[in-house]
Nanobody
Framework: QATFVESGGGLVPPGGSLKLSCAVTGAWVTDLDIGWYRQATEKTREVIAIIRQDGTAQYEDPVKGRFVVSINNGRNQAYLQMNSLQPDDSGVYFC?????????WGRGTQVIVSS
């Protein structure tokens, strides 16, 4: 069973950038469809970006054009490059299977966009 460990979050001013990492164990990233999910305070956890086994990526409208997903086969990791960050991007970010598997959530990594 795959496990996911997120890292790279932090405090960033509006307009700034962050790159989140997702370390995967128990499976090869190239064998998975991986979703990046975001949970803002008092809101539900929702998918914002997906990278599929064939390398294609999909983005939800709030992040389209600003976020980019990628994988590194050698490190067995997935990444979420986040640019032009805005306060509404604040939240805890998770990676997981897509569609989500509620048995494999990691702890997430918190992103705070604030001046």
């Amino acid at each position: 069973q795959a496990t996911f460990v997120e890292s790279g979050g932090g405090l960033v001013p509006p307009g700034g950038s962050l790159k989140l990492s997702c370390a995967v164990t128990g499976a090869w990233v190239t064998d998975l469809d991986i979703g990046w999910y975001r949970q803002a305070t008092e809101k539900t956890r929702e998918v914002i970006a997906i990278i599929r086994q064939d390398g294609t990526a999909q983005y939800e409208d709030p992040v389209k054009g600003r976020f980019v997903v990628s994988i590194n086969n050698g490190r067995n990791q997935a990444y979420l490059q986040m640019n032009s960050l805005q306060p509404d991007d604040s939240g805890v970010y998770f990676c997981n299977h897509f569609p989500r598997d509620d048995t494999t959530w990691g702890r997430g990594t918190q992103v705070i966009v604030s001046s």
